[in-house]
């Protein structure tokens, strides 16, 4: 589909900027992780953002259940690290199987290579159409080096 066959208001989305992130729980004690880009700092006391998650991905159960997220913030030398997170696993296997990683202090997996990450406790959600807004209150985190973060850039703002 090229940028003409796309909606005024897909167009202008499509400008608006995010980042790449590793959103991470705990599902059954295994870690379950997916490449988020719908992500904002939304308050400064106590620090907290929100993570937009699809209805129906069983992250958001997970997260639901655990009341902890973790989010690795990626940058350039970092973004290799997502293409584990776009591989479908069987059994017990998960992207962190293929990926370095340690706990956050309050359990979610961060990947050890990423730029800086967070470790949050779920606060409350609003449900937005086609996804659920996590809200999390920043309870940890850490900046692994200097650096920028990636910033992703969609050409049609309806759909991934």
Known sequence: MSDSDLSPVAQALGRVPTGLYIVSTL?????????????????FEPPSICVAIGKGRAHLDAIRAAGRFAVSILDE???????????????????????????????????????????????????????????????????AREGDPSVHLRKNGLAY
């Open 27 to 43: 599902a059954d004690g295994r870690p379950l992780g997916f490449v988020g880009s719908f992500l904002v700092q939304v308050g």
């Open 77 to 143: 030398e970092s973004s290799k690290l997502m293409g584990a997170f776009f591989k479908k696993y069987e059994g017990d296997e998960t992207a962190f199987d293929h990926v370095e990683n340690e706990a956050a202090p309050g359990g979610p997996p961060v990947l050890t290579g990423a730029l800086a990450w967070l470790d949050c406790r779920v606060s409350g959600e609003h449900d937005c159409g086609d996804h659920v807004v996590v809200f999390g209150e920043v309870t940890d985190g850490a900046r």
